[in-house]
């Protein structure tokens, strides 16, 4: 599944300088502006913020003292949200632009079109709980965790005698995000058997039922 990249900023100070170097050259270029709906003061302010720093940077590695270290941090970060705010309100969402202009000034977008997350191919494996000090009760619970991107468990079932040899023959459907499945049954149900199945709910659909297993209800 594509992902948006928040943090678009380059964490190596060389590689932010490098795109800065860019922002330069494209902010006060007049075509540009008028192409993009660009504001030329913002431009002008931003491109400042990045001489600033650079200029910072520049005198640290001259002298690198104290002083001018906390200089160029502090020249660096009103940079970097110059760039940020900048990008925020000019260029990610800026319907003059297409998507790889953007990318020229290193800016990310989502992906318009996420690559669906595959459906599981076969419901889980799962084992049913009973016991003698809780008449009635019948827990199901799948095995092991839930593949990315599953939101629920779909259990269908069905209390028979007779066996019961496939998913479509279990009427009785409902959902659960988290284990168990949990039902009460009637005291006229005790030694009957229960049938069931199980299968993943995703946004994109279901998975194929799982084989049908079966518990006597205690």
């Given amino acids: 599944m594509a992902k948006k990249n928040v943090n678009w900023i380059p964490g190596r100070e060389d590689a932010l300088v490098d795109l800065m170097s860019i922002w330069q050259v494209k902010l006060p270029n007049a075509s540009l502006q008028t192409a993009y ?13 990045i001489a600033a720093f650079l200029s910072a940077r520049t005198a640290y590695q001259a002298a690198p003292t104290k002083a001018n270290y906390t200089q160029k941090e502090e020249t660096k970060k009103t940079a970097v949200e110059a760039l940020r705010k900048f990008a925020r309100e000019r260029i990610r969402n800026n319907p003059k632009m297409t998507h790889a202009q953007r990318q020229e000034l290193g800016v990310t977008v989502p992906d318009p079109e996420p690559t669906p997350v595959p459906v599981p191919d076969k419901g889980p494996e799962s084992e049913a709980e009973t016991s003698a000090q809780s008449p009635g009760v ?15 468990v779909e259990i269908a079932w069905v209390l028979a005698d007779t066996p019961v040899d496939s998913p479509e023959q279990l009427p009785n459907k409902e959902s659960f995000p988290r284990n168990p499945w949990e039902r009460t049954f009637g005291h006229e149900d005790r030694g009957k058997k229960l049938h069931y199945a199980l299968r993943y709910l995703t946004k994109e659909g279901a998975s194929h039922w799982s084989d049908v297993r079966e518990a006597v209800v205690p």
């Fill in 37 to 49: 709906g660009w504001i030329a003061a913002e431009c002008t302010a931003t491109v400042a913020a």
């Fill in 138 to 152: 019948v827990k199901v619970r799948y095995v092991g965790a839930k593949p990315y991107g599953v939101d629920r």
